[in-house]
């Protein structure tokens, strides 16, 4: 079992930057593989970032790349979105996710792969 809890979240200025932080307690963090999904108003969720359990390898949804970065530190037991140049586009509840399996390649986007979640945090970017 993982409990998830994501924070950082607020109302930013398009063109600013937020880091969203998801604390993870339970299971032993640094053998997880975790995700960011976010659901914009009126879609569905979606993919958004992937950081493998050691940090070594990651992946972004083609909107987010070259913008947002995750980064984890297993000692905290937390993983991080780094989130800049950010757009109107970008607001959603963006929400943490783990699972039990070592994902690879597209799977890794697939929402059903993925056992908890935390609660979401809101990102509001005003234009």
């Known amino acids: 079992q993982v409990q998830l809890a994501e924070s950082g979240g607020g109302l930013v200025q398009a063109g600013g930057s937020l880091r969203l932080s998801c604390a993870a307690s339970?299971?032993?963090?640094?053998?997880?593989?975790m995700t960011w999904f976010r659901q914009a108003p009126g879609k569905e969720r979606e993919f958004a970032a992937f950081i493998s359990w050691s940090g070594g390898s990651t992946d972004y949804a083609d909107s987010v790349k070259g913008r947002f970065t995750i980064s984890r530190d297993n000692a905290k037991n937390t993983v991080y979105l780094q989130m800049n140049s950010l757009q109107p586009e970008d607001t959603a509840v963006y929400y943490c996710a783990s699972t039990s399996e070592y994902l690879f390649g597209s799977s890794r986007f697939l929402q059903r792969k993925y056992d908890y979640w935390g609660q979401g945090t809101q990102v509001t970017v005003s234009s």
């Open positions: 339970g299971r032993t963090f640094s053998s997880i593989d």
